[in-house]
């Protein structure tokens, strides 16, 4: 679903991507781990093109990210097409991003209807389903400031669904939660790996890369320093940053 093969990116003079490759597997729960700063949501934000690459090939499901060819030659991709394929990623951030002035509902049916110009029956079942799905269907009618960090994070997930996104991505999903919330948000992430779902995955929560995860990344300085099943490199880090990471994880 995804191939990445050194990919490069800078801000001014600053290298934050040092050659990044990895791939992740349709079906997958692929979990990125790494210190802050180490270019986690920069990648993540590649993939959905919302940053552009310096150097290097990014693939998703196949296509080049930013780029379509006619015949030899790669142009870059028109504001329209990029929107396009955006929409058929789904990105869920640390900060929950609802709408404000929007009910739980109507959060999760705008996009389909403002984007994918999808009928407001269409749209409105879609929607109780997915509320339902993430154990908000009775919160439907409240808005974002009437519900816990954690059930607007379910709510946001319940957004990108909407969506139908081919592959989602989590930044940090729990990170800004109160640890009592965490456990309801990981349920749901771990509901949408159990269907299926392709889910790359920025996280601390170590259990849940463990328990979860196929694969797992340390991610440190733009590039990946090691890699394997999470439950190996998790319980017997071979890299010395890799261990130290995550002995002061505790
Ligand atoms: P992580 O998610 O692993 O904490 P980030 O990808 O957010 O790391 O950031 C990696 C580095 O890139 C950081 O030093 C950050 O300050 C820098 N950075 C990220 N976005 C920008 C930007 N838009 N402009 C300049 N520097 C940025
Ligand atoms: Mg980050």
């Known amino acids: 679903m995804i191939e ?17 490759d990895l791939e992740v597997a349709a079906g997958e729960v692929f ?15 590649c993939i959905n093109h919302l940053e552009t690459i310096d150097a290097g090939n990014l693939r998703v499901d196949g ?19 990029i929107a396009r394929k955006r ?8 900060r929950f991003n609802l709408f404000p002035h929007m009910t739980a509902l109507q959060n999760v ?38 519900l816990s960090g954690g059930q607007q994070q379910r709510v946001a997930i319940a957004r990108a669904l909407a969506m139908q996104p081919k592959l989602m991505l989590f930044d940090e999903p729990t990170s800004a939660l109160d640890p009592e919330l965490v456990g309801d948000v990981l349920q749901v992430m771990r509901s949408l ?26 991610v440190d300085g733009g590039r990946v320093v090691e890699s394997g099943h999470p439950r190996d490199v998790l319980t017997n880090p071979q890299h010395p940053r890799t261990q130290s990471f995550l002995s002061r994880l505790g």
């Open 31 to 45: 979990c990125l781990i790494g210190p802050s700063g180490s270019g986690k949501s920069t990648f993540l934000r």
């Open 109 to 146: 049916m705008e996009a389909p209807i403002r984007v994918r110009k999808e009928s407001r029956t269409i749209a409105l079942e879609r929607a109780l389903a997915l509320l339902d799905r993430v154990g908000l269907a009775d919160r439907r009618d409240n808005y974002p400031s009437q």
């Open 87 to 94: 929409a058929e990623i789904g990105m869920v951030f640390q």
């Open 193 to 218: 790996a159990e269907d299926g779902m392709t889910m790359v995955v920025v996280t601390h929560e170590m259990a849940f890369a463990r328990d979860v995860g196929d694969a797992l990344v340390f």
């Open 4 to 20: 990445a093969v050194d990919i490069h990116k800078r801000f001014g003079h600053v290298e934050v991507l040092r050659g990044i």
């Open 63 to 81: 296509d080049l990210v930013g780029f379509e060819q006619h015949g030899n030659v790669l142009h870059a991709l028109p504001e329209k097409k």
